[in-house]
Nanobody
Framework: QVQLVESGGGSVQAGGSLRLSCAASGYTYSSNCMGWFRRAPGKEREGVAAIYTGGGSTDYADSVKGRFTISQDYAKNTVYLQMNSLKPEDTAMYYC???????????????????WGQGTQVTVSS
């Protein structure tokens, strides 16, 4: 049974930083796509960042490029999202998700991954 457990959310002032973690278990971690997504109140869920665990290649939404960094600890089956220079518009529930095989960017942009965590709240105040 695939399990994705997020942690690290919280409240921060604009300009601050947070690091989210996603611990994966129940499937072969290697050679799959891991992504971070978010859903703000009244908005659709959107892709934030993705990483291919097999090679480490990454993709980002334009809105977070230069501010967020996705990374992994292969030995711990854990993916991270380092969020710097946070803005109030980054306020959302953040979800970790996994998909089999190479990262399919169409599925990423549609937020159509196979396995999902329960989410962690990030609140950025101005």
């Amino acid at each position: 049974q695939v399990q994705l457990v997020e942690s690290g959310g919280g409240s921060v002032q604009a300009g601050g930083s947070l690091r989210l973690s996603c611990a994966a278990s129940g499937y072969t971690y290697s050679s799959n796509c891991m992504g971070w997504f978010r859903r703000a109140p009244g908005k659709e869920r959107e892709g934030v960042a993705a990483i291919y665990t097999g090679g480490g290649s990454t993709d980002y939404a334009d809105s977070v490029k230069g501010r967020f960094t996705i990374s992994q600890d292969y030995a711990k089956n854990t993916v991270y999202l380092q969020m710097n220079s946070l803005k109030p518009e980054d306020t959302a529930m953040y979800y970790c998700a996994a998909d089999r095989g190479l990262c399919d960017l169409d599925r990423f942009w549609r937020a159509d991954f196979s396995y999902w965590g329960q989410g962690t709240q990030v609140t950025v105040s101005s």
